[in-house]
């Protein structure tokens, strides 16, 4: 990752071949420049060689735009999935305390427990927090004052990503998607965030298909590449 969104070539290959010399040993990384030719040449002038060319996709919203030209932007079924759960009574916590946290990864593993899936683990996730308290948000949806649905979103510079995340049944039944992410960009957006990432997008995965209904612009990156140093 570069302070500059577009980082000047010697730069890349500079920062990439200080990396080499840094660590001593077999080195992989999934690298954050974008997939194509140009990063590849980039890469094997750092002396990288690719390992994985698959890399991680995902979109990402503009939150530079005013708030009416971004609620504009969704598709209709989004925006009507919000006014339903603002009619239902749905109300949105923000949070940034520890219990909040606490909260949200005990929700994400009983929920990679009950369906069976892995990704970021309770250690990662507190590792995360501690190193930077300030960047990492729970919202939370309140139906009554009992939560039903949460996520966590993190910053890293002008950005943010949706990080983890649960929806319970009641959560789901008030359209907590819809509402949580419609929260989580206008708070984003008002702590000066540019960018809002949705975390993550695959073919034939159904979350991807409403992380759609958003408009994100769609991303990969130059996936994993290897150096022996």
Known sequence: MFFAQTPEPRLVVGAYRALRRAWRGPLVVATALPKGAESDALLRAAGFFRIRGAGWTSGRID?????????????SGFRNRV?????AGAVVRIADDAASFDWMVARHE?????????AADAIMLHALRAAAPADVTVLQLLDG???VAGMSVVRFGAAAEYHIGWFGP????LNAGNALMWATMREMRRRGAAWFDVGGMREGDGYTQFKRTMKPVEYTLAGEWGSVW
């Open 170 to 173: 009641e959560g789901r039944r």
């Open 83 to 87: 006014r339903q759960a603002d009619k």
């Open 63 to 75: 939150l530079c735009r005013d708030e009416d030209a971004l609620w504009r932007s969704f598709s």
């Open 110 to 118: 009983e929920n990679m427990r009950d369906k069976g899936f892995s």
């Open 145 to 147: 004052d009992k939560p």
